[in-house]
């Protein structure tokens, strides 16, 4: 279990980032969504304690944050940052997946079976030898993906997963996710995809101005004036309003929903 305690980050400058934010999330897809400059980042940054509570506390599996190190912590934690290829180094697939658990003392047969399993949960068996330079776009997503699930980590951060992919990467990149949650990782997704929330969240926290001002369901979530908060409906579920139709996840359970109107 991740535990947020009215969690407070100011930075140097004397910037408000989190204001009193308290949460606890386990084995569950949550989304994190708000603004730029909402305080999705910064809180999740505190998750493996890149950043300490100015004021507040952090637990992780009952770790405090302030008395662990990064290194402790990421065991437990995986970040998934936004722009993946900034985080590559390695000449080829396998020694980038290698890295991590490498590091975590691994070696040998171990270290290989790790690094093809981790390979296989999000598609890339046989990309061993590639170079993670000459992936696509959603390619490069899935690799960092599996360089951080070689870890093992409990929870996953996934900073703007599907941002800048296009549709088939997006849904392969969506299908890992459902898959980690499936194998009992917690998953936060940060995102600004209102299409990714409605389709994968369980529950939705909505920081505005480093507040916390939304925790509940999605269903709940997208009742919300969402312009309110400089953001808005994905246009499925605007169509499917103005029909009539309260919530629906995806587009077959949109034609459903019209096919038993039709039939009826
Ligand atoms: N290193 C820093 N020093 C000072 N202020 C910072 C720093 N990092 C972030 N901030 C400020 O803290 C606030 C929250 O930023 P944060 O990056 O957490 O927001 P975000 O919701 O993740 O935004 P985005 O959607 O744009 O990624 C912003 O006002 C930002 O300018």
């Known amino acids: 279990m991740i535990e947020v305690k009215n969690l407070w980050h100011i930075y140097e400058g004397k910037r408000i980032a989190l204001k009193n934010v308290s949460l606890s999330f386990g084995n569950e897809i949550v989304a994190l969504v708000g603004p730029n400059g909402s305080g999705k980042t910064t809180l999740a940054k505190h998750f493996n304690g890149l950043l300490k ?14 008395n662990a190190s990064v290194a402790e912590l990421s065991r437990i934690v995986g970040y998934v940052f936004q722009n993946p290829e900034n985080m590559f180094f390695e000449e080829n697939v396998f020694k980038e997946v290698a890295f991590g658990p490498k590091n975590l003392g691994l070696s040998g047969e171990a270290l290989e079976e790790r690094v093809k399993w981790a390979l296989r949960i999000v598609n890339l068996s046989g990309y061993e030898d590639r170079s993670p330079y000459s992936l696509s776009g959603g390619e490069k997503q899935r690799l960092a993906i599996a360089c951080i699930l070689a870890m093992k980590p409990k929870y996953v951060i996934l900073d703007e997963p599907t941002t800048g992919l296009d549709e088939k990467s997006s849904k392969s990149v969506k299908e890992v996710i459902k898959k980690l949650r499936k194998e009992g990782h917690g998953i936060m997704l940060i995102t600004h995809d209102m299409e990714l929330v409605l389709e994968l969240a369980e529950r939705v926290v909505l920081l505005y101005d480093g507040i916390k001002v939304f925790d509940g369901s999605v269903d709940e979530f997208f009742q919300l004036d969402l312009r309110n908060y400089e953001m808005e409906i994905p246009e ?18 949109f034609v459903n929903f019209l096919l038993e109107r039709v039939g009826t």
């Not at 509570?53 to 302030?66: Q, W």
């Not at 499925?236 to 359970?253: A, C, H, P, Q, Y």
Request: charged share 30%; proline share 3%; net charge positive.
């Open 53 to 66: 509570p100015t004021k507040g506390e952090v637990f992780i599996d009952g770790i405090n944050t302030k």
């Open 236 to 253: 499925l579920l605007r169509i499917s309003k103005s029909l009539g139709i309260s919530f629906v996840r995806n587009v077959d359970e």
